[in-house]
Nanobody, 116 residues
Framework: QVQLVESGGGLVQPGGSLTLSCAAS????????MGWYRQAPGKKREFVVT??????NYADSVKGRFTISRDNAKNTLYLQMNSLQPDATAVYYC???????????WGQGTQVTASS
C-alpha cells in the first residue's frame, strides 16, 4: 500500500502563488504515476495534472501557470501554482497509480483558497 499526505494549502490573494507537497510512503516501488486533482465546492473532482515515466499532461485551465515536479530522494511530489485566481479555490488531492492492474490511491486533500 501507499500512503499520501498533502500539505501547503492555505489562503492566497488573487494573483498569488502556492506550492503544494505530497509525501508518499509505503510501497513506493509500486507507483506507476502520480498527479493532482481538485474539487471545488458543489462541483465534481476534476483533473489538474498527471506525470508518469517522463510524460506530463496538464489540464488546459492550468497550463502555463501550474508546474508539477518530483523529488525522488524525498518521495515527494510538488505542485507549484502561480497566478492563482478565485476559480482555483478547491480541495487539492494528490493521487498515485499503484500496481498491476493499476488502481488509484488518494491523499486526504489540502484546501486552497484564492480570495481577497
Amino acid at each position: 500500500q501507499v500512503q499520501l499526505v498533502e500539505s501547503g494549502g492555505g489562503l492566497v490573494q488573487p494573483g498569488g502563488s502556492l506550492t503544494l507537497s505530497c509525501a508518499a510512503s509505503g510501497s513506493i516501488f509500486s507507483i506507476n504515476g502520480m498527479g493532482w486533482y481538485r474539487q471545488a465546492p458543489g462541483k465534481k473532482r476534476e483533473f489538474v495534472v498527471t506525470t508518469t515515466r517522463g510524460y506530463t499532461n496538464y489540464a488546459d485551465s492550468v497550463k502555463g501557470r501550474f508546474t508539477i515536479s518530483r523529488d525522488n530522494a524525498k518521495n515527494t511530489l510538488y505542485l507549484q501554482m502561480n497566478s492563482l485566481q478565485p476559480d482555483a479555490t478547491a480541495v487539492y488531492y494528490c493521487y498515485a497509480v499503484i500496481g498491476t492492474p493499476p488502481y488509484p490511491s488518494w491523499g486526504q486533500g489540502t484546501q486552497v483558497t484564492a480570495s481577497s
